[in-house]
């Protein structure tokens, strides 16, 4: 069992920046990609972010230039830099792994507000 344990979120000024963090543990044999998701109350959630073990990313059009995803892969940990946030990117954001079977972590709430 994979167990995702995410960090980072808050609340934080229109223009300011966070850093989310997931470390992912447990029966990991072998990472394909690692991520986040977001879900702003009322909506489906959507795609951010993600990035394959070998440091392939896809960006959502929202995050482009604004957002930066990376990987550790000896910690199996990923990391969301997100700058230049704006009160629409308020939402719970989730890591997910893909081994390729998908693992979700309980969500990060993240806030933009003055």
């Known amino acids: 069992q994979v167990q995702l344990k995410e960090s980072g979120g808050g609340l934080v000024q229109p223009g300011g920046s966070l850093r989310l963090s997931c470390a992912a543990s447990?029966?990991?044999?072998?990472?394909?990609?690692m991520g986040w998701y977001r879900q702003a109350p009322e909506k489906q959630r959507e795609r951010v972010a993600s990035?394959?073990?070998?440091?392939?990313?896809m960006y959502a059009d929202s995050a482009k230039g604004r957002f930066t995803i990376s990987i550790d892969n000896a910690k199996n940990t990923v990391y969301l830099q997100m700058n230049s946030l704006k009160p629409e990117d308020t939402a719970v954001y989730y890591c997910y792994l893909s081994t390729p079977i998908i693992s979700w972590g309980q969500g990060t709430q993240v806030t933009v507000s003055s």
């Open positions: 990035i394959s073990r070998s440091g392939n990313t």
């Open positions: 447990g029966s990991i044999v072998n990472i394909y990609s």
